[in-house]
């Protein structure tokens, strides 16, 4: 490793986040040292982003830095784990300061406010790549997964849907989305705390990354159900709900996907700790269908016949 890489690193990336008292050795070293608390596990995420796939090429650092580190929260979030501590392997064209610090705040606030530390990485030069993995701490047994929605469960959505969708679709067609909108794409919010208080009361979770109807499909697959979902139910913002064209509401909903919103599900008797646990959050959660037998999803118009959605939604590897 040359000097100036030792330098950037030193410089960038080695006091970021939280100071936890869990990390017996950080950044400088072969390998990080952490503690993970008697009666906890361990959950551990990893997500790259790529300069012009997951954002674009002249996209604020501050913002991708901020990124990195969300879609991981969200992934932890679903699982219903505390974060804990990240590495953060690095892919640089060309060392650019002011680029290095504008990412390094964007990372450093968001790790900061959820507590994680990053205790270690790899810096390389190449095409610009961001990868974080994040790891997180849940008592034993507590995780939350895909598996374990059951028959009769109601299923729940946090937030609204569909904004990065709408944003991405207005900036193709030349229109220039709303500062909110925008957001949902440059700086999503994870739903930490949401993950953390659904712990004993979702019998399934998963966070929407690839769209509502793609990750459901992964809860139902995994816990071996089907469901139907309310098309009318479907939670949205003041951007969403203004779109006039109902199906293509939908289909933003449904298959747009970057909302990074907790997708789950919870026996019926559960809806008023649920109901509670969004007020002591200030957190809009949706239910929006339920979980049945008979497999596969199904999509309720408001007059109650089925909607076949039109085929699209965000996959990586479709031609
Ligand atoms: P090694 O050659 O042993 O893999 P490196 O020279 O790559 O170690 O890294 C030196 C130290 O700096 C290590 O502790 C590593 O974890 C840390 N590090 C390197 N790149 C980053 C980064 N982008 N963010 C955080 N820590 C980093
Ligand atoms: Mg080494």
Not at 76 to 100: C, F, K, N, R
Not at 160 to 181: C, F, H, K, R, Y
Not at 264 to 290: K, S, Y
Request: hydrophobic letters at 45%; one cysteine or more.
């Amino acid at each position: 490793m040359s000097l100036s890489e030792f330098e950037l690193i030193h410089r960038f990336f080695r006091d970021l986040g939280a100071a936890r008292d869990d990390v017996v050795l950080g950044i400088g070293d072969d390998g990080a040292i952490t503690r993970v608390p008697p009666d906890h596990e361990l959950v551990t995420t990893v997500d790259t982003l790529v300069s012009g796939v997951h954002f674009d090429e002249n996209a604020a650092a501050s913002d991708i830095g901020h990124k990195a580190l969300a879609v991981n929260l969200s992934d932890l979030a679903a699982m219903g784990a505390e974060p804990a501590w990240a590495t953060l392997a690095i892919s640089l064209p060309e060392v650019d300061e002011s680029w290095l610090q504008s990412f390094a705040e964007g990372f450093n606030a968001l790790a900061a406010k959820h507590r994680v530390q990053l205790v270690g990485g790899d810096t390389v030069r190449g095409p610009l790549q961001v990868t974080v993995q994040l790891q997180g701490l849940v008592p034993n047994g507590a995780a939350l997964t895909r598996a374990g929605a059951q028959p009769g469960d109601a299923i729940f959505v946090t937030g609204t849907l569909g904004d990065a969708a709408l944003a991405l679709q207005m900036i193709e067609s030349g229109a220039t989305p709303s500062e909110t909108v925008l957001g949902q794409i440059n700086r999503p919010v994870a739903r930490v705390a949401a993950g953390i208080g659904l712990r004993d009361l979702a019998s399934a979770c998963v966070d929407v990354s690839d769209g509502l109807a793609v990750d459901l499909g992964h809860v139902l697959a995994a816990s071996n159900a089907g469901a139907t979902l309310q098309l009318k139910a479907l939670p949205g913002s003041v951007a969403i709900v203004v779109v006039g064209d109902e199906q293509e509401r939908w289909r933003l909903q449904l298959a747009g996907g970057d909302d990074y919103e907790l997708c789950f599900t919870a026996p019926a008797d559960n809806v008023g700790q649920i109901d509670a646990l969004a007020r002591e959050l200030d957190l809009r959660i949706t239910r929006i269908g339920e979980v049945e037998k008979k497999k596969g999803l199904r999509l309720a118009r408001p007059d109650g016949t089925l909607w076949d959605m039109p085929p699209g939604g965000f996959e990586h590897f479709r031609a």
